[in-house]
């Protein structure tokens, strides 16, 4: 997504070899009708694939996949991070490694929310190690739903997220792909929409 | 907003006289129509206020606010709850109690995405007591900038909430306010849009 890739390079920060702050259009503040062409782009892309549900992580993946829901004119469903063990009729958890934070949560879903034979577009802010993505697809599967994709903002190519999932048979659908990255410079991969 | 109103009959859950479950529309799973209607109903009464930016708490108020901001076309900036003190440069916190969690949070914001001179439609998806609005429009002034209006997808009018914020000069805009409710059923005041 070259308007995407434009913004990054424009006011996205590289702090090092690692850290990307893209916090004045896509966490902390949010540029809505870039949000909208992300949500237009990655609806697009999964037009074929008989999404029925966008499920998605809080907060930050919230803002694009409400925009691709409703491009797609499906519900969103936000998987909750728990500090701790929810005990509780009709809810699924997984432990998920956060490496920005540097601690552990529960993703939390609640099953009624996802029913079996759903079709599941997957998005997320970001990929990187792909520890999310893995915890929330296995939530999703558990409820007896599939996959259909994942869809990513920004993809860190240069980490292993990518070939984890798609190891495992996942399509991944990313809209920029930063393969490399330090003090004051950004290059991308070809993305995948 | 009748069709909110319409909504939580239908499919919100009076578990008592003071908690209302709207977790398949709203909080778990949002309904992408209905929450763009929200945002365009919003949006149309504030109209008039010069909104220059639209405001949240992460990670319930995020969907709705999203859907404002869009129809504004303006920037949507979002509070994250932090769970202790953060001392950094141009990062201003201020605590809120939640009754909810029965904790409390750091409500934070990065000054840099609220300027002197906004004027700023502060969205949250409930309002009771009116801690967490309260603390956001600290936050809002404290940067600089006036709080426009708070628009509120389901007020509880049957709490102190709304009375603190228009004590203080605040304008509420509630799409759905419950008067009363109990196990089967839920009663409505007069919404303000």
Excluded at 130 to 158: D, N, P, Y
Excluded at 165 to 170: A, D, H, S, V, W
Aim: net charge neutral; glycine share 8%.
């Amino acid at each position: 997504m070259k308007l995407l890739e434009e913004r990054i390079l424009r006011d996205g920060r590289a702090l090092n070899a690692d850290v990307l702050l893209v916090d004045s259009f896509l966490n902390n503040q949010v540029d809505a009708p870039l949000m909208a062409e992300v949500g237009r782009t990655l609806a697009e892309a999964a037009k074929d694939l008989g999404v029925t549900r966008v499920v998605t992580i809080e907060s930050s993946g919230i803002a694009p996949a409400m925009m691709t829901a409703m491009t797609l004119n499906v519900p969103l469903v936000i998987l909750k991070k728990s500090a701790s063990r929810i005990l509780q009729d009709g809810v699924i958890q997984t432990e998920v490694f956060s490496f920005t934070k540097n601690a552990a949560y529960q993703l939390t879903l609640k099953k009624r929310f996802v029913l079996p034979g759903d079709r599941v577009l997957l998005v997320d802010d970001f990929l990187a190690r792909g520890e999310a993505a893995t915890g929330a697809s296995k939530l999703i599967e558990q409820a007896g739903a599939s996959v259909a994709a994942i869809g990513i903002v920004i993809e860190k190519a240069f980490q292993p997220g990518r070939a984890l999932l798609t190891e495992k048979g996942y399509k991944v659908i990313s809209l920029a792909r930063v393969a490399a990255m330090g003090e004051g410079y950004i290059e991308f991969a070809e993305a995948d929409a």
